[in-house]
């Protein structure tokens, strides 16, 4: 699986993905962290990267875009929202939600479940 993460994220969360095998790369890296959501997603659709973020407004437009990528995760309420909490939580999850993601989903994590909502909606 191949991320992108957004701004609201930490680049230790892209590092982390990296460091235990995956595809990773941060909205810095592009230099895009002042973009606007729609030009992330279509940086993560042509890449076929998955979105990481902590912010809602990319569920809302995958939501509404009527198509099925890219997936995105959203880091929600993760207690003290530290970045090394935050990369254990989401890669400890990524093996029981790569089937959703590569088929086109919106994913919420927050400290108490795992939300999952498959694209097209």
Partial sequence: MKFLVGNALSPVLSEALLA???DSRHVRDYQ???AADVDILARAKVEERIVVSADTDFGTLLTQSGESTPSAILIRRLGDRHPSKQSAILIANLPALEEDLMAGAVVVIDE?????????V
Wanted: aromatic share 6%; no cysteine.
């Fill in 20 to 22: 235990a095998g995956y």
């Fill in 32 to 34: 895009m962290q002042a």
């Fill in 112 to 120: 108490n479940r795992v939300r999952i909502r498959r694209l097209p």
